[in-house]
């Protein structure tokens, strides 16, 4: 079976070019955003691991997540966003590879922004990273999330973009 991770920075259309993929190739594509979501929410192991790194009550009587709490405290320092990154990574990419296992497929795919940094470029064969013009970014991004210009601005200059890929996709 032939990995591929998709990366790329904000509003550069990885999920179009993931969800083409699919459509076109029937190439599976597991979300590691969505994923990541998932299982922070219904993972024990990383729901402890998650208290303990944070030292917070993070999950209400019901097993929900305390998401304005969690961000508050995860975005107050880089620090936090690294212990943070340290517990949710590992715990995403083994749950990718457990999904890619249970696929039929010769060819699977993973949606990223963080291949590099989250540790997913070990675990897959090539890397395609999609790149868009930045205005033709920042607009997607904005009407996408609803935010301002600046907001944006701000998350893409905290992106590192994947700097060796085996294949670039201009998406303008």
Request: hydrophobic share 40%; glycine share 4%.
């Amino acid at each position: 079976m032939i990995k591929i991770a998709i990366t790329g920075g904000i509003g550069s259309g990885k999920s179009y070019i993931a969800s083409q993929l699919t459509q076109l190739l029937g190439i599976p594509v597991y979300d590691s955003d969505s994923e990541a979501k998932r299982l922070i929410v219904e993972s024990a192991t990383l729901r402890k691991k998650l208290t303990e790194v944070t030292g917070m009550q993070l999950y209400d009587s019901h097993g929900q997540l305390r998401r304005s709490e969690f961000a508050a405290w995860l975005f107050s320092s880089q620090e936090n966003v690294e212990r943070v990154n340290a517990v949710v990574h590992p715990a995403v990419i083994d749950d990718f590879l457990q999904w890619a296992d249970r696929q039929n497929a010769q060819v699977v795919a993973i949606e990223s922004a963080l291949v590099r940094e989250s540790g997913i470029d070990a675990v897959v064969d090539k890397v395609i990273r999609v790149d868009a013009p930045l205005e033709t970014r920042i607009r997607r991004a904005m009407d996408r999330d609803n935010a301002t210009r600046e907001q944006v601005i701000a998350r893409i200059n905290r992106q590192t973009i994947y700097p060796t890929p085996d294949i670039v996709i201009n998406n303008d």
